[in-house]
């Protein structure tokens, strides 16, 4: 079947377990250092396909990403042939079931860059992105020649109908062809599904709605970017996605939690101290933590600018850091902090915010703007490396 969401024409589907650390785990270029760097870590596995100008060896020989291509094409070209089996012309019915959620989906191949009726892009983005990733990892995914991770895409409606015959076709075709269990605790199951009537209608249900990124939003640019018209995604709408909050720690200001909090005062915002330290469950406030002390940030509702309704990274970024600290929120100074990622040792603060609701990230999608770049985890995620598709 031809469209912008199509077969995987030539791919592998991991034997067994996918080789060396789990490279969903990683978040952090020190923590993918450290792993490359663990006995065996960076001996022909997907981590050194992803990341082969940190390996010890292309540390030791000053390599950038550009000159430690040849490494990662080295680690592909072992993982393909020693632990992999070869498909064509294919789609992947996929279930991850786990703590923090459960999804049924189809992986297949989607133009990054496919233009729906209404002039716009059938993949949207939900995010901002960092440009310079952005350009590395389409760096990567051009002279790879292949995708190792997919993206997670959710239709904007009729996603209900899609996970019923992604089930049923689950069902038609038996035992699956991996079954794998991460750190995590999440099963991941992915069943191999050939030309016919079946697949056909599951790449027809799948392209019937444009799609929102829930997670990848940095893949989905790249794959435009290289050029190939070829991004491997999980279309899925669940049946229990879960968004989970992604908050931030500010480090290098020179400012201590004092300072911050009068600053905070003085652009009228409420600020008190907290007894209570975990996250806020609702939007409107920030737990704000530095050493043994707490503060709780209110935030504004309505007047700030470049604030989407309801989305307070934006707010945090343009009120909080730019206009009441002085700090550029695009600069170093503030970063991300996923979760179960630990919190840096240099910090002078982290910001704990809640999860952004399902209803707010349509809302945005909705007027046509994107939320502020690492905003919305998504969970629970496809597992890198169990299908591998030529692009």
Avoid at 95 to 122: M, N
Avoid at 175 to 192: G, I, Q
Avoid at 358 to 376: D, I, Q
Wanted: with cysteine; proline share 9%; aromatic share 4%.
């Amino acid at each position: 079947m031809s469209g912008w969401i199509r077969p995987v024409r030539r791919g592998w589907v991991v034997l067994g377990a996918v080789p060396g650390p789990d490279v969903d785990e990683f978040a952090e270029p020190e923590q993918i250092t450290a792993a490359l760097a663990a006995p065996g870590g960076a001996d022909g596995t997907l981590l050194a396909v992803q990341h082969p100008h940190r390996t010890p060896a292309a540390i030791a020989d000053g390599l950038g990403l550009t000159a430690a291509l040849p490494i990662a094409r080295a680690a592909l070209a072992h993982l393909r042939e020693h632990h992999y089996r070869p498909v064509s012309d294919v789609v992947a019915p996929y279930r991850v079931d786990g703590p923090d959620g459960s999804a049924l989906g189809l992986l297949c191949v989607v133009d990054p860059a496919a233009i729906g009726t209404d002039g716009l892009t059938r993949v949207r983005h939900t995010e901002e992105v960092y440009p310079d990733v952005v350009a590395e990892r389409a760096a990567m995914l051009a002279a790879l020649g292949c995708a190792t991770s997919a993206a997670m895409l959710m239709p904007v409606s009729g996603g209900e109908r899609l996970t019923a015959l992604v089930s049923a076709a689950i069902a038609e075709l038996g035992a699956p062809s991996v079954s794998t269990v991460d750190s995590r605790r999440r099963r991941h199951e992915l069943w191999v599904l050939g030309k016919g009537e079946r697949q056909d209608e599951l790449l027809a249900l799948a392209q019937e709605h444009p799609l929102l990124v829930a997670d990848g939003n940095h893949r989905v640019a790249a794959a435009a970017v290289a050029g190939q018209g070829s991004l491997l995604a999980l279309v899925t709408a669940g049946p229990d996605l879960r968004i989970g909050p992604i908050h931030r720690v500010l480090t290098g200001t020179g400012l201590d939690l004092a300072e911050m909090g009068r600053r905070w005062r003085a652009a009228g915002l409420g600020v008190r101290p907290s007894e209570d330290r975990t996250a806020p469950s609702w939007p409107g406030e920030v737990v704000v933590l530095s050493g043994d002390s707490a503060l709780r940030v209110t935030l504004p509702s309505a007047g700030a600018p470049a604030a989407d309704p309801e989305i307070d990274h934006s707010v945090v970024e343009q009120v909080m850091i730019r206009r009441a600290l002085g700090v550029d929120p695009e600069g170093p100074s503030l970063r991300p902090l996923l979760p179960g990622v630990p919190v840096p040792a240099d910090r002078d603060a982290v910001l704990l915010l809640a999860p952004v609701p399902f209803s707010a990230l349509l809302a945005v999608h909705e007027s046509g703007r994107r939320m502020p770049r690492k905003a919305t985890y998504f969970t629970p995620k496809p597992r890198s490396g169990l299908l591998l598709a030529d692009s």
